[in-house]
């Protein structure tokens, strides 16, 4: 027996130690930086940064407006708008002149005109080269959506503005809003038709001029088109009813610089 009994110790030490060294291996990987990171943390990065775009694109929104329909000689012309960031990102006709040569101007007109409209964000824009009516009926409309817009934008703006203000804080009323007004005049009757001049006036400027009566029909309309856009810069130029005649348009002149002055009046200036 005491022969035996050390030889069953060796047995019993050495057991021990294997089974020591299968533990200490198990453990080991639980502990591996390597193991943690593949059991979700990378993930748990990428479903984060899938949030940030989405919330993004929530923020930017996109409105549309449809502008009041302008009567021209030919028909209406109306504008649709679809603004997103201050920005217009598509603008299309509902409503153009259509019937004999009016449809191939529309065709030829409009597709130019919404693209500048894109181009621009304003209806300060071009006429097309014979269209002039398609044109200018299809700019009054733009405006008018545009106004929607400014509008709409300005109603926002003013609320927010009173929940972030406190009465008495020193700011005075009427500050943060929008200075922007669209007035038109008094018809200006003429021996040859009424002129009828709209202006849109911002910071006591006048930014955009238009005639929205004019002369028309035999050699009034090829004075109206010769003179109406020289009015319509200088008006913006000047600022003011003090803008000379178009020489050959003598009574068109005079109508728009009436009607103007009509406007400034109303605007206070």
């Known amino acids: 027996m005491r022969k035996s009994h050390p030889v069953r110790r060796v047995v019993l030490a050495t057991a021990a130690t294997v089974s020591a060294v299968v533990l200490l291996l198990s453990l080991k990987p639980s502990s591996d930086p390597g193991g943690a990171e593949a059991a979700g943390a990378v993930p748990q990065q990428t479903s984060a940064a899938q949030e940030s775009p989405q919330g993004g694109a929530a923020a930017a929104g996109q409105t549309t407006v449809t502008g009041d329909a302008a009567q021209t000689q030919y028909g209406a ?3 649709r708008l ?10 299309e006709a509902v409503q153009a002149p259509s019937g004999g040569t009016s449809t191939q101007k529309t ?3 409009v597709p130019r005109l919404n693209q500048a409209a894109v181009a621009r964000s304003s209806a300060d824009i071009d006429s097309v080269s014979g269209a002039t009516y398609t044109s200018t ?6 405006q008018s959506a545009l106004d929607k817009v400014k509008a709409a934008q300005g109603a926002g703006a003013s609320q927010e503005a009173g929940a972030g203000t406190s009465p008495g804080a020193g700011a005075s009323p009427g500050a943060g809003a929008a200075q922007v007004r669209t007035l038109t005049g008094a018809a200006a009757q003429t021996q040859y038709g009424p002129v009828q001049v709209r202006i849109t006036v911002s910071g006591g400027k006048i930014t955009k001029a238009e005639a929205v009566q004019a002369p028309s029909g035999g050699t009034s309309t090829q004075k109206t ?6 009015l319509n810069q200088a008006a913006v130029a000047r600022s003011s009813a003090d803008i000379d005649s178009v020489s050959g348009a003598t009574y068109t002149s005079t109508g728009y610089k009436q009607s ?6 109303q605007a206070g200036g």
């Open 137 to 142: 009926g299809y700019k009054q409309s733009l």
């Open 260 to 265: 103007l002055q009509s406007a400034l009046d």
């Open 225 to 230: 088109e010769l003179a109406v856009p020289k």
């Open 82 to 91: 679809t603004v997103s960031g201050g920005k217009i990102t598509k603008a």
């Open 107 to 109: 065709e030829l007109a």
């Open 77 to 79: 012309v109306q504008v």
